[in-house]
Structure formats: C-alpha cells, structure tokens
C-alpha cells in the first residue's frame, strides 16, 4: 500500500479509537435513562440518518450485490446483536469486568481472521494482542472495585465479544466490493431495522428521559457511530481485520484519560501501567520487521 494511503488509513483508524473511547463517557447518561435495546435503537436511528444523509448527497447509491452478505451480517451482528448485549451486559456487571471480557474480541477477530480470511498472523501481531490484552486486564482490575458480575452479564460481555469480532470479519469481503460509506451506511440500517422491536420503549423512554441522556444519545448514533464505523471501514479496507482488531486496544487507554479529564476519575498506578501496555500492545502489533541489511535491493520481510 502507498504511503500516503497508509498514513490516511492510520489516520482514520485514530479517530475511530477516539470517537469509540469517547462513548463510553456518553453511554453512562444515556444508559441511566435508557434500557439496553431502546439505547441501541436510538443510536442506530441517529447514525443512519446521519449517514443516508451523506449517502445521497455523495450519491453513491446501492452497494454492489457481492457485498450484500457482507454488509447484512455485519449489520446484525455488530450494528444489532452486538450493541444491545453489550449494553445490557453492563448493567448485570461493573465496568472493570465488561471492559475485561469484551476485549476479548480483538484476539476473536485474529483467529477468525486467520482462518476464515485467510489472513497471515505474524509473530507481532500475536505478541502485541498480548501485551494489550494484559494491559486491558489490569485496566479493568483497577475499575472493578467493589463491583458487581453475574453470571448472565458476563454471558453478554462475551456474546458481545463474539458479535463485534463475527460482524468485522464479515464486513471485510463486503468493503471489496462497497465503499466504507455503503458498507457503514447499510450495515447501521440493517441493525436499527433488527432493533425495531425496541420502538415502544424507546418511545416512552424519550418522554421521561433527562435532555443530556437524550442528547448523548444523539452524539453517540452521530460520533461513535455514523463517522467512527465509516473511518473504521475506510481503515479495514486497506489492512486486516486482526491488525484493526489490536488498534482497538488503544481504546481502553484512552477511556482512562476521557474519564479523568471529563468526569474527574483520578487513575490509579495500575489504570496508568494498563493503559500504557494497552498502547505499547498496539505499536507492536502495527510495527513492520525492517529489512535484513543482506537482503537483495527491493526485498523485504512481510510482516
């Protein structure tokens, strides 16, 4: 891949690991007043306005059948299934526990890649997951507390976890044959149409719900998700899906610095020392083996 393609790749992967970081700041007001579903619901309506907005102005029109499969598991498994257990999986245990068992999705989404892809799993990548992995288990330590964790919960953590790496191996064949914007635009409004049976509470929730809720919901179907599912698309196209699984690791590391400069959670010495093997994690799983100086001119390993 070109350079300049490259650094716009890590580009747009960057801003998805922010906007995804910053929902869990959003999902703590809208999940106060909204149930798991209607949430989910709410958010996907949101980011396929947003979307079928920029779709007809782009005019890009349907997605090429090939991608269809694609772009509908996706759509139901990672837009659907996944936000509403994830959601409701965070209201039978404590954040520290959720955040542990979800981020089991990235190694997922490698091994699914690997063997339904056909992807290379090279010893950084593994070695990196790793490392970030380790780092997110501390994060979550550090968060757990005095928390809770039923059995149920944790049975949604890892639905979760098993959906978000399904949908992303999914989508990638489709973004071979749809742009970022079809595949994103498409897959959200399959999973608001899959969360319709939430319409009713949604409703009646709506009337009762604080205005921030209302609103970080609204920032959530339009941020986390309208704008950070197309770049994470737009990303997915030009790399694997196990090396953009190991970019998410990124995002318990920065959850720890959104919570403390906007809800004034102090982190502890162990949040710190997660979030910083988080990161570390995802440099060695993005980083290239240099070129043995005894190669031949315009040879090189592959990472």
Known sequence: MP???????????????????SAFVSIRSAGAAYSPGALALGRLLAGSLVLGAVLLVRRE??????????????????????????????????????????????ILIALLGGYVLKESLPPRLLAGMAVSFAGAVAVGLSMSGAGHASVLGVALCLLAAVAYAGGVVAQKPALAHGSALQVTTFG???????????????????????????????????????????????????????????TTYAVPALVVLLAWAFLGELPGPLTLAGGALCLAGVAVSRSRPKPSPTAPAGTGTRA
């Not at 991608?67 to 837009?79: D, K, T």
């Not at 608001?192 to 209302?214: I, K, Q, S, W, Y």
């Open 3 to 21: 350079k300049h393609s490259s650094r716009l790749a890590l580009a747009a992967a960057g801003v998805t690991v922010v906007l995804w970081a």
């Open 61 to 106: 029109g349907l997605p090429p059948r090939a991608a269809w499969p694609g772009i509908a598991v996706s759509g139901l498994l990672w837009f659907g299934v996944y936000m509403v257990v994830l959601n409701w999986g965070e209201q039978e245990v404590d954040a520290g526990t959720a955040a542990m068992v979800v981020n089991i999705g990235p």
């Open 188 to 246: 959200c409004l399959i999973g608001a149409v899959a969360c319709l049976p939430f319409a009713g509470r949604l409703v009646e929730e709506a009337g009762r719900a604080p205005l921030a809720a209302t609103l970080n919901m609204v920032y959530l179907g339009v941020f986390p998700t309208a704008l950070a599912f197309t770049t994470w698309a737009y990303a997915l196209a030009r790399t694997t899906a196990g090396r953009m699984g190991a």
